[in-house]
């Protein structure tokens, strides 16, 4: 074994593929709540789906933060580290942002016989060449901005860092949630910014050491996770919206930084699972599509015990990620096609 293993944190593989299922259960459950927005009434389908997001809200901050956890306060020189951080997710971003624009154009004209080129253009402008898309995008930034960072980090002690991180993060959440915040209306480079926070908090997190009561850190975010399902109920109700999705909201910060903290001040050993973790980069590219074809087979096939969402959720996520993991995999042992995952 190796020393980088013998120092690696194994807890934080394990939350990586953990967060990474947490996306697929959003992107999953959404339809349940996003129906009932659409005009449908409120039924048990929905409370199991609006119940499977409100635990999942956290999976972009664990992202962000294990950027942060891994990229900053490091002594690489600027151009030392877009070399080498940006040729390993912009080559996959362009190839992923073509091929999920060829299958939104086949979608398309398969539904109106034409292919609206606008469209497609404007949504690589907007940042989006497909809805998942949106958080690579964003990443760019955070990469853009890395070095930079690190020349401010550098010269802060722990204290200071925390002040900075927990500062920036307080300051984005409470904007959003009193005078909201959308994508839309802010060009995709920009995107990060409300998520410099999180990406500090991460680098924060690998300075401490500090002994935390795990079994209080974990009940933080059933709490938070709870709270957010109640709250989203009440708020569906009589409002009609989901403020309490955002990954800024207060309640998913701490649910966030809860679990993050749960993970990386563990020490789980590496297992299988843990070992899935380097197949989450790609996974996150690759699960939208694989997510649609199978929202689109079981609306085709009318296997009616998959309408049922307390079934039909849990096998669309295990399916979706089983079959992520294996186009990944496969990726991965060719020569050609890996540097694309």
């Not at 940042?127 to 980090?153: D, T």
Request: aromatic fraction near 20%; hydrophobic fraction near 50%; charge should be positive.
């Amino acid at each position: 074994m190796t020393e980088s293993n013998l120092n690696r944190n194994y807890s934080l593989d394990h939350l990586r593929v953990l967060a990474t299922i947490l996306v697929i259960c959003v992107h999953s459950s959404g339809g349940y709540v996003l129906s009932v927005l659409d005009g449908q009434k409120i039924d048990s389908n929905f409370y199991v789906g609006n119940w499977v997001d409100s635990f999942s809200r956290v999976c972009v901050p664990i992202f962000v933060m294990l950027s942060g956890y891994f990229l900053l306060d490091n002594q690489q020189k600027p151009i030392e580290f877009y070399k080498k951080r940006f040729s390993k997710i912009l080559i996959p971003l362009i190839f992923w942002s073509v091929l999920y624009t060829i299958y939104s154009g086949l979608k398309f004209y398969y539904l109106n016989r034409s292919i609206d080129f606008n469209l497609l253009l404007d949504s690589w402008i907007k940042g989006k060449p497909y809805f998942h898309l949106w958080y690579m995008y964003m990443l760019l930034g955070l990469y853009a901005v890395s070095p930079w960072i690190n020349l401010v980090l550098k010269n802060l002690d722990n204290q200071k860092l925390g002040l900075l991180g927990f500062g920036l993060l307080f300051i984005s959440s409470i904007y959003v949630t009193f005078y909201g915040y959308s994508k839309e209306n802010v060009f995709f480079a920009f995107w990060f910014i409300p998520y410099l926070g999180y990406f500090v908090v991460g680098c924060f997190f690998s300075r401490i050491n500090r002994k935390l009561n795990s079994i209080l850190l974990l009940l933080l975010y059933l709490v938070c996770s709870v709270t957010i399902f109640a709250l989203t109920n009440v708020s569906i109700e009589n409002k009609h919206s989901t403020p309490f999705y955002s990954y800024l909201n207060p309640l998913v910060v701490v649910s966030s930084l809860s679990l993050f903290l749960f993970f990386s001040l563990g020490r789980l050993s590496r297992n299988h699972f843990s070992e899935l973790s380097v197949y989450t980069f790609g996974v996150y590219f690759v699960h939208a599509g694989i997510l649609d074809v199978i929202g689109k087979m079981m609306f085709f096939t009318k296997i009616q015990f998959l309408d049922n969402a307390l079934l039909g959720l849990p096998i669309k996520v295990f399916v979706t990620f089983v079959l992520s993991f294996l186009v990944v995999k496969f990726f991965r042992q060719n020569s050609l096609l890996r540097r694309f995952v």
